[in-house]
C-alpha cells in the first residue's frame, strides 16, 4: 500500500509528464502555425538586352527570364526563415557571350542560365536586435561598397552570418562575418565564389531627420583573388541643406592579407542635388584614386549603378578613374524619366577616358507589373571602344 506522500510524489510526476507533453505539444503547432502562416512570393523578370560594341563585329541580343520563389515563415519566438530559389532561362538563342556560354564572338552580357538558391538562412528578431545565418542579400546604403548587383539576373548573396543592432532611436550598428560571396557568374564559372575571411561593418547615426552620417570599415582578405585583398575605412554624409540634397563621402583604402603590392589610395564622392520646375538636378564628382599602379577597388558593389550603365568601369584602371557627371530626372503622370551624362578621367596622369550618355524610362503597368527601357552610350577616347546598349525589361510580382 502506497503512502499518502508516495501517492503525491506519484501524482506530481504523472502531472509533469502531462504538462511536458502539452507544453511540447503546444510548441509544435505553434512551429507549424509559423511554417503554414509564411508568405510566398513570385517574382518574374523578362529582360531583353542589345549590345553593340566597336570591336566586335557582331551584336548580342540577350533575351532571358529570371523565375525567382520565395518563401518567408511567420515568427516562432522571434525565430523565422527565409529560402529563395532562382532559374535563369534563356528565351531563344543565346547569341550573347554569357561569360560561361562559349558564345565568344559576341558581346558580353552577364547573365548565364541556370538555377540555385539565392537566399536560404535562419533569423532572429527582437524590437534591436536582428540576427541571420546563412545565404542572404547584404546591402549597405547606396551598395557602393557592399551590395546585391540587383540589376543582374543572377543576384549577387552572401553566405555567413550578420547582426544588425539599434543601440537607440538615432544610432544603428550592422556587422556581418562573410566567408563565401555568390557572385553573378553563375555555378558553371570558375568565378562563381569568392572565398575569404570578410569583416563588413557599417554604423548609422541620424544628427537629425535631414543629416546622416555613416562609417564603415570593410576588411576584405580573400584565399584566392589576394589582388582584391584590401582595408576600407570611410564616412558618408548625406543630408538636406535648404533646397539642397547632398551626399559626400571619403574614404581610404589598403593592402591587406596575402595582396601582393603594397598601397594606399583614396575614395570621395561629392553630389549636389535639388529641384528645378519638378525635375531633379545634380551634379557630382567621384575619384576612384590610385598609387603604385593600383586603382581603389570596390569588389562587392553593385558596380551598374555607378560610373555608367555600359559597365565600362567594373574592375578600376591602374590609374584609378575620376567621374564628372550631371543627371536629371522627374515624372509625368505615372513616366518616370532620367538621363545622365558622365565625363571620365585617369586620377593619374590626367588620361582621358571617354564620355558617356544614359537614359531611362518607367512605367507600372499595373499595381504589380513594372516596365523599364534603358539606353546607354560609352563614346570612347583612350580607354575600350565606342558601345551602345539598349534594354527593355518587363517585372511582374505575385
Not at 501517492?7 to 511554417?35: D, P
Request: proline content about 2%; hydrophobic content about 35%.
Amino acid at each position: 500500500m502506497k503512502t499518502p506522500i508516495a501517492l503525491a510524489v506519484a501524482a506530481g510526476l504523472s502531472g509533469a509528464v502531462v504538462t511536458s507533453v502539452s507544453a511540447q505539444a503546444t510548441t509544435f503547432a505553434q512551429l507549424q502555425n509559423a511554417i503554414a502562416e509564411g508568405a510566398t512570393a513570385i517574382t518574374l523578370r523578362y529582360r531583353y538586352e542589345h549590345v553593340d560594341q566597336d570591336s566586335i563585329i557582331k551584336q548580342a541580343n540577350a533575351s532571358t527570364l529570371l523565375t525567382r520563389l520565395s518563401y518567408k515563415s511567420a515568427d516562432f519566438n522571434g525565430f523565422y526563415t527565409v529560402l529563395e530559389f532562382d532559374n535563369v532561362s534563356a528565351i531563344g538563342n543565346q547569341n550573347y557571350n554569357s561569360t560561361v556560354n562559349g558564345h565568344t564572338q559576341y558581346p558580353v552580357v552577364v547573365d548565364p542560365t541556370g538555377s540555385d538558391f539565392n537566399q536560404a538562412h535562419v533569423g532572429y528578431r527582437s524590437e534591436e536586435l536582428t540576427v541571420t545565418a546563412g545565404r542572404q542579400r547584404i546591402n549597405h546604403g547606396n551598395q557602393r561598397f557592399v551590395g546585391g548587383v540587383g540589376w543582374r539576373q543572377n543576384e549577387q548573396t552572401y553566405d555567413g552570418y550578420r547582426l544588425q543592432y539599434a543601440l537607440s532611436a538615432d544610432l544603428k550598428v550592422d556587422y556581418s562575418y562573410v566567408y563565401n560571396v555568390n557572385r553573378i557568374f553563375g555555378d558553371d564559372s570558375p568565378n562563381a565564389d569568392l572565398h575569404g575571411n570578410l569583416h563588413l561593418l557599417n554604423g548609422i547615426y541620424s544628427l537629425s531627420d535631414d543629416h546622416q552620417l555613416t562609417g564603415f570599415a570593410y576588411e576584405l582578405d580573400f584565399d584566392s583573388a589576394h589582388a582584391l585583398s584590401t582595408s576600407t575605412y570611410g564616412i558618408n554624409y548625406d543630408g538636406k541643406l535648404s533646397a539642397f540634397k547632398v551626399h559626400a563621402a571619403y574614404a581610404q583604402q589598403t593592402d591587406t592579407g596575402a595582396n601582393p603590392m603594397g598601397f594606399s589610395t583614396d575614395y570621395y564622392a561629392l553630389e549636389v542635388s535639388t529641384l528645378v520646375a519638378k525635375v531633379n538636378v545634380g551634379v557630382g564628382y567621384e575619384s576612384l584614386g590610385s598609387d603604385n599602379g593600383v586603382g581603389f577597388s570596390t569588389p562587392l558593389a553593385t558596380l551598374h549603378k555607378f560610373q555608367g550603365f555600359t559597365d565600362k568601369f567594373l574592375g578600376t584602371p591602374a590609374q584609378g578613374v575620376n567621374d564628372l557627371y550631371v543627371k536629371a530626372s522627374g515624372t509625368y503622370e505615372k513616366l518616370a524619366l532620367s538621363a545622365a551624362w558622365h565625363r571620365f578621367k585617369s586620377d593619374v596622369e590626367n588620361i582621358d577616358y571617354g564620355n558617356e550618355v544614359n537614359l531611362a524610362a518607367s512605367y507600372p503597368l499595373a499595381s504589380n507589373v513594372g516596365l523599364l527601357v534603358k539606353y546607354a552610350h560609352y563614346s570612347a577616347d583612350s580607354l575600350s571602344d565606342d558601345t551602345s546598349k539598349l534594354w527593355a525589361m518587363l517585372t511582374m510580382k505575385f
